[in-house]
């Protein structure tokens, strides 16, 4: 059987930034008008008073000091509080092809690759900015690969990890030699910046990562994917009512029906066991030990999350260099959270070390990829 190898990765980080404080101070400041002009309702008790935000709340909730915005000003602004794109023509690329594309150039470049040696191209991302032509097909043209093929996939935030798998299995069945899978996530355009519960949650980034047989690959540090597994069971908990079929529904959604929604606390206590057993019994079935495991590279949605999942798969508590930590400046970045965490935490390792990446999110959907570094 072909052995596969992840030969590069790239990350793309947007310049500007969001800092708790900054956040809070804009999120209260709209809460405050908002029941200042509802004060009457709000004493007749027909409409309920806007809660504040924290910064401490959030710190200790979620682990989380910032995170990355392609428009911070308009993220910021009061009477808009969302980013503001520009709308560009179909002759333009796209915004998620321009990020994606600068995160592909640079795992390509990592791979000793250039755009002109991809077949396949895989958008893997938990929104994308249209229906069609795929945004893959565009990214495609975009990097000059003018062979194979491309397509889209959303699994929200293990779509990195479902991405890999389908990429991994194109190279091994010889159905591609070069294969990119690509993460833009702009969370700031599907997010609620006006629901105190959860408005913290997110950030933006862009990740890739390069799929190649490992016998031709000439990537200097390639990491052999020794085996993938993915899951899924339906939940409701974290979920986005957002489609084509918008427009046709007899009964107009809310603004925010049609954003990201979850029950924060229910997703904890349920994904939790769910990606620890995958993760477990993953290795366990490709004969390894946890102790054989140099790093977890998980997705970045909560720390205490993740650090639970470390624990219950290690059986003792993880250690900084066990289980990196990237959402304290990044928050979560849906399907890009361990891409980044692989990307900026792989460099110490030497040939036969191994290292377990898992996504996981709404579905709900977890996936792991197993590597050794060859
Ligand atoms: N500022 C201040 N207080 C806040 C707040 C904020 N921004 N948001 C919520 N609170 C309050 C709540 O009102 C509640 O108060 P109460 O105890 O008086 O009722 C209290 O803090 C706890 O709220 P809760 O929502 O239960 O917090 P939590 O400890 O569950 O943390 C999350 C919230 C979202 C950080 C946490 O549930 C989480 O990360 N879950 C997993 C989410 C996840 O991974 N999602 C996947 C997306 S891919």
Not at 285 to 309: C, E, P, Y
């Amino acid at each position: 059987m072909t052995r596969v190898a992840i030969t590069g990765t790239g990350l793309y980080t947007p310049a500007e930034s969001i800092s708790n404080d900054e956040l809070v101070a804009c999120y209260n400041a709209w809460a405050t008008r908002e029941n200042a002009a509802n004060a009457a309702a709000i004493a007749a008790g027909t409409v309920a008073e806007l809660p504040m935000s924290s910064t401490e709340f959030i710190y200790k909730a979620s682990g989380i000091k910032s995170r990355y915005n392609i428009d911070k000003a308009g993220t910021l602004d009061i009477d808009r509080m969302r980013p503001r794109i520009r709308t560009r023509s179909d002759d333009e690329p796209s915004l998620m092809v321009e990020i994606g594309g600068i995160a592909a150039q640079e795992a390509l470049a990592n791979a000793g690759r250039s755009g002109a040696d991809v077949d396949f191209v895989i958008v893997a991302a938990s929104n994308l900015q249209r229906a069609y032509p795929a945004v893959a097909v565009e990214l495609q043209a975009h990097i000059g690969s003018t062979q194979g093929f491309g397509y889209d996939m959303n699994v929200a935030c293990a779509s990195a990890a479902f991405g890999i798998q389908a990429a991994v299995d194109a190279v091994r069945m010889g159905n591609a030699k070069c294969a990119l899978v690509v993460n833009p996530e702009i969370t700031s355009g599907h997010h609620n910046w006006r629901n105190r519960d959860c408005h913290f949650i997110f950030g933006d980034a862009a990740t890739a990562v390069v799929v190649e047989p490992l016998d031709t690959a000439v990537a200097k540090e390639k990491f052999e994917v020794l085996g993938t597994r993915l899951k899924t069971q339906f939940s409701n908990n974290i979920r986005n009512n957002f489609g084509f079929l918008n427009i046709a529904e007899e009964t107009p959604r809310s603004w925010s029906d049609t954003l990201f929604n979850q029950e924060g606390r229910k997703v904890f206590k349920e994904v939790v066991p769910m990606v620890s057993e995958l993760l477990a019994s993953h290795l366990a079935d490709l004969g390894l030990s946890t102790d054989q495991v140099k790093r977890f590279w998980l997705h970045q949605a909560n720390l205490s999350m993740n650090q639970l999942i470390a624990k219950r798969v290690l059986g003792r508590d993880p250690s900084e260099t066990e289980a990196p930590v990237i959402l304290d400046e990044y928050a979560n970045t849906s399907s890009a959270g361990c891409i980044i965490a692989f990307h900026k935490h792989q460099a110490d390792f030497a040939a036969g070390d191994i290292g377990m990446l898992s996504g996981f999110g709404a579905g709900y959907s977890a996936g792991s990829v197993v590597v050794r570094r060859v």
